[in-house]
C-alpha cells in the first residue's frame, strides 16, 4: 500500500468515528447544559466551594465566576511547583524556578500547556495530577461553559441571563469530560500507554551505556490533554513518545479525541438555538477549512523535492517512522487548528510550507473545529462579523439568529479579533529587537536562520496568544523573557477575548429576537457558510500576511 493511499484510509477512517460520535454526543452536551436536575456528586461540590447552582447570572457575575476560578487555579499551581522539592513523590526534581513556575501555571490555566521544561526531568508525579492534570479537566470545562453562554446569548430574549458559570463548570467535567476521560484512558492503557507511579529507572541503551526513565499516570493525562484539548505532554517528547503514544491505532485515536468535542458542539449549539441546521452551517466551515489545510500539508509534505526525500516517501525528519508523513500531517493539522499543541513529530523539522500552514492555522484563530469550547465562540463572534459584511453588502440591518448586530455588538466582535495579534505581533516586534531574546535562537548560524529563526518566534507567541502550546525547536523558551512573556500572552489572550465574549453574549440575551423576513440572510444556508470562510481567510491574510511573508513564505521561496 502505497503511504498515499494509506493517508487517505487514515483520514476516511477519521471522519467516519467522527461522524459516528457526533450526534449522541452533541445531544448529549446539549441535554447536559440545560437538565434541571443536579446530580449528587455535583450537590457536593457546590457546598464544598459555597456556590449556589440555581441563581441565574448576568454577564459580569458570569465574567467574575470564570477570572476567579482561573486566578486561583494560577495561584494553587504556581505554589505547588514552588514547594515540590519537599513534597513526596517529587522523584527528588526540585521546586521550579519562579518564571518558569509562573509560565507553566499560566500556561496550563489558560488551556495552552506551553512547555519551557522536560516533563520527565522536571515535574514530579503530585504535580503531573494533581496540578497539571486537574488543570487539563477544568480549563476545558472553562472554554465549554463561556461557549454555552454565548449560545445562550442568542437562545434567550430580553432577560440578560446567561446561566450559571460553577453548574456549567461543574456539569462540563463530571458529565462530559471525565466519562470520555475514562473510557479513553482504559483505551489507551490496552494499546499500550504506561500508567503507574513509578520511581526513575536506569535503562540500558543498544549501543552501550544507560539512560535515566521514569513512568507516571501516563495514560489519564494523556487522554485529557488530547480530549481538552490542552496538549501538554508528560514527557518532553510529547505525543511522539511510545509511552504517550505506543502505535499507529492510538495516534489516530488520540486525534480523534482532539477534534470530537469541538465538532460535536456545534450539533449542540444547533438544539440549544432550536434550529439544527444553524449548527450544521458551522460544522461545515470548519469541516471545509480543517480538510482543505489536512489535504495541503499532506501534498506539501509528500510533494517536497530531493532525491533523498522522494527516496524516504517524502520529508521524513522530524517525524516518527510510526506514523510516517501521513499520520504526523494528519495529526499536526488538528493540533494547530484546535487549540490542543500536542505533537506527534517536530514541526520545526516540517518544510517551510508545512510549517507555514501550521502558523496560519493557529493564527486563523483555531476555530476549525478550535479549542474545546473556544472553537465554538470564536467562530461564532467570525459569524457576527460575517453578517455585518453581509448586510454592508445589502443595506440592511445585520441580524443573527434573530438578533440584531448593531454598534455594540459588532464593536465587541471588532475587539474580540484585534486582541491576538496585538499580542502576537507586539510580542514577536519586541523580541526582534532586544538582544537578550534575539540570543535565544540557538541555530543562528545554519542556513536560512534569518526568516527560520524569525518563524521560531513568531511561532512561538501565536502558540501562546491563541492558547496553542506547539512550538518550533531551535528557540530557547525558557529564559526570564519568554517565560514572562509568553506567559503574559498566555493569559491576556484567553481571558481577554472571555470579556468580549461575554459582554456580547449579554448584549444579545438583553435583546427581543426580530422575525424573519424575505429580506433576511439565511445563515443556515451553504452560500452563508462560504461567505464565512472567506471572512475568515480575509480578515487572518490581512493582519498576518506581512509576518508570513517574513518568515515561512520567505524559506520556502529561498
Not at 499520520?327 to 487549540?339: D, P
Not at 502558540?463 to 496553542?468: T, Y
Not at 509576518?547 to 521561496?557: I, K, N, Q, R, V
Amino acid at each position: 500500500m502505497s503511504p498515499v493511499l494509506a493517508g487517505v484510509l487514515q483520514l476516511t477512517a477519521l471522519i467516519a468515528a467522527l461522524a459516528l460520535a457526533y450526534r449522541p454526543l452533541g445531544d448529549h452536551m446539549a441535554a447536559v447544559y440545560t437538565s434541571p436536575r443536579h446530580l449528587r456528586i455535583e450537590k457536593a461540590v457546590y457546598r464544598c466551594i459555597g456556590a449556589d447552582a440555581d441563581t441565574q447570572m448576568r454577564w459580569p457575575a458570569y465574567l467574575r465566576g470564570v477570572l476567579a476560578f482561573s486566578a486561583a487555579g494560577v495561584l494553587f499551581l504556581y505554589l505547588l511547583q514552588r514547594v515540590q522539592g519537599g513534597m513526596p513523590l517529587s522523584l527528588g526534581f526540585a521546586s521550579i524556578s519562579p518564571d518558569q513556575a509562573f509560565n507553566t501555571a499560566a500556561s496550563f490555566v489558560a488551556n495552552t500547556n506551553w512547555q519551557s521544561y522536560s516533563g520527565e526531568q522536571a515535574m514530579g508525579h503530585v504535580v503531573q495530577t494533581a496540578g497539571l492534570a486537574v488543570q487539563n479537566f477544568v480549563s476545558a470545562a472553562t472554554g465549554m461553559a463561556v461557549a454555552v453562554a454565548l449560545v445562550r446569548g442568542f437562545a434567550r430574549s430580553r432577560t440578560g441571563e446567561l446561566g450559571n458559570f460553577w453548574a456549567d463548570l461543574v456539569r462540563g467535567t463530571v458529565r462530559v469530560l471525565l466519562p470520555i476521560a475514562v473510557i479513553g484512558a482504559l483505551v489507551l492503557v490496552a494499546c499500550g500507554a504506561v500508567q503507574n507511579f513509578s520511581g526513575i529507572h536506569e535503562a540500558g541503551q543498544f549501543m552501550g551505556g544507560s539512560q535515566q526513565t521514569n513512568g507516571g499516570a501516563v495514560a489519564s493525562q494523556e487522554v485529557i490533554k488530547e480530549l481538552g484539548t490542552n496538549g501538554g505532554g508528560y514527557f518532553n517528547a510529547n505525543s511522539a513518545h511510545p509511552f504517550e503514544n505506543p502505535d499507529a491505532f492510538t495516534n489516530l485515536f488520540e486525534v480523534f479525541l482532539i477534534l470530537v468535542i469541538p465538532f460535536a458542539l456545534t450539533r449542540t449549539f444547533g438544539k440549544l438555538v432550536g434550529n439544527v441546521r444553524q449548527g450544521y452551517a458551522i460544522l461545515a466551515t470548519m469541516g471545509v477549512i480543517w480538510l482543505g489545510f489536512t489535504a495541503l500539508m499532506m501534498w506539501t509534505e509528500f510533494a517536497h523535492g530531493g532525491p533523498a526525500l522522494q527516496a524516504a516517501g517524502g520529508a521524513m525528519e522530524g517525524k516518527e517512522t510510526r506514523f510516517g508523513i501521513a499520520g504526523s500531517s494528519i495529526f499536526s493539522v488538528a493540533t494547530t487548528l484546535t487549540s490542543t499543541g500536542a505533537v506527534d513529530s517536530f514541526h520545526s523539522s516540517f518544510t517551510a510550507f508545512g510549517g507555514g500552514i501550521q502558523l496560519l492555522g493557529m493564527m486563523l484563530g483555531e476555530i476549525a473545529p478550535g479549542g474545546v469550547g473556544s472553537g465554538l465562540y470564536g467562530m461564532l463572534v467570525m459569524a457576527v462579523i460575517a453578517v455585518f459584511i453581509a448586510g454592508l453588502m445589502v443595506g440592511r440591518t445585520p441580524e443573527y439568529l434573530g438578533k440584531k448586530i448593531g454598534t455594540r455588538e459588532i464593536k465587541l466582535a471588532a475587539c474580540y479579533i484585534l486582541i491576538t495579534p496585538t499580542l502576537v505581533l507586539g510580542f514577536t516586534a519586541a523580541s526582534m529587537v532586544l538582544p537578550d531574546a534575539l540570543g535565544s535562537m540557538l541555530n543562528t548560524k545554519a542556513l536560512g536562520a534569518g526568516s527560520h529563526g524569525f518563524s521560531e518566534v513568531l511561532y512561538a507567541f501565536t502558540s501562546g496568544a491563541n492558547n496553542n502550546g506547539s512550538a518550533f525547536g531551535g528557540l530557547n523558551a525558557n529564559t526570564p523573557w519568554y517565560n514572562t512573556t509568553i506567559g503574559l500572552a498566555m493569559l491576556l489572550g484567553r481571558f481577554l477575548p472571555m470579556v468580549f465574549v461575554l459582554a456580547l453574549a449579554g448584549s444579545l440575551a438583553g435583546q427581543q429576537p426580530v422575525p424573519e423576513t424575505a429580506g433576511t440572510l439565511r445563515t443556515e444556508k451553504p452560500l452563508f457558510a462560504g461567505l464565512l470562510v472567506g471572512t475568515i481567510l480575509i480578515i487572518t491574510g490581512l493582519t498576518y500576511f506581512p509576518a508570513l511573508a517574513l518568515g515561512p513564505l520567505a524559506e520556502g521561496l529561498s
